[in-house]
């Protein structure tokens, strides 16, 4: 076993131990929740290795990091989230590779996703990314809607050929009133995603928590984590 595998296998263990027994103080069951290793600034070769270890899900936030790496992994059975702020003229490339996009939030970006995904005769699912800090009508810091456009995004969703409504994901904020309160803004994403499903049931997924947070996530009731930094460690970005 190579020196990374053995560091990478014991960061994940690490984590799987986190999550573990969040779900127990939480009394949910650990197959509950799923976790997505953010694999930005690292190398296809690392990913290669954490498929070897187990993982099926990863996430990436920059298209020109990530499709490279898609294309080099190609031959694995993994599930590719695109979890970063995502302009228009990206859309074409993300769709080629990514399974789920975390990071919709805006009805432009929807028409978008919708024609590439026809386009390469691909079923695409969707996020909408919630910004706890944004004032109605208005997009996050980091990206995201604000609460009060939900609804209407998840309607274009629903009716946009080739694009499937998988639920919810919100980053905590940094600014606002949930700055520093993970907890009560995940609890905030819980609410909203309750109020979601009545009108969308499949929609259940919901993605919060960070190698921070990861167990308040768990506590509110995420379905899937995105940790990055807890599994690969500390590096400087490529390029």
Same mark, same amino acid.
Request: proline letters at 3%.
């Given at each position: ?18 999550? &573990?027994? /969040?779900? *127990? $103080?939480?009394?949910?069951? !650990? @197959?509950?929740?799923? =976790? +997505?290793? #953010? ?72 028409? &978008?996703? /919708?024609? *590439? $995904?026809?386009?390469?005769? !691909? @079923?695409?699912?969707? =996020? +909408?990314? #919630? ?76 993605? *919060? ?5 990861? @167990? ?24």
């Amino acid at each position: 076993m190579t020196d990374r595998k053995v560091e990478l296998a014991a960061n994940l263990a690490q984590v799987e131990e986190r999550i &573990a027994s /969040s779900c *127990a $103080a939480a009394g949910r069951k !650990r @197959e509950e929740v799923t =976790l +997505i290793v #953010v694999t930005k600034t690292y190398p296809a070769s690392d990913v290669r290795i954490l498929h070897e270890l187990g993982v099926r899900h990863v996430a990436e936030n920059r298209d020109q990091d990530a499709a490279p790496k898609a294309t080099a992994c190609a031959d694995l059975s993994l599930t590719w989230h695109f979890v970063g702020q995502l302009q228009t003229n990206k859309v074409r490339s993300v769709t080629s590779y990514a399974d789920i996009v975390q990071s919709v939030d805006r009805t432009k970006l929807v028409t &978008a996703l /919708s024609a *590439a $995904a026809v386009r390469g005769e !691909r @079923e695409l699912g969707c =996020l +909408i990314q #919630v910004a706890l800090d944004a004032e109605s009508g208005e997009r996050g810091e980091r990206g995201g809607v604000a609460p009060d456009g939900v609804e209407e995004l998840a309607g274009a969703i629903g009716a946009a050929p080739g694009l499937r409504l998988d639920g919810l994901m919100t980053v905590a904020p940094l600014a606002g009133v949930y700055a520093g309160r993970q907890r009560a803004a995940f609890d905030r994403l819980m609410e909203i995603s309750s109020r979601l499903r009545a009108g969308h049931p499949a929609a259940n997924m919901v993605s *919060a928590g960070m190698s921070g947070d990861l @167990e308040d996530a768990v506590a509110a009731g995420a379905t899937h984590v995105r940790v990055g930094t807890a599994v690969l460690g500390v590096r400087p970005r490529l390029g």
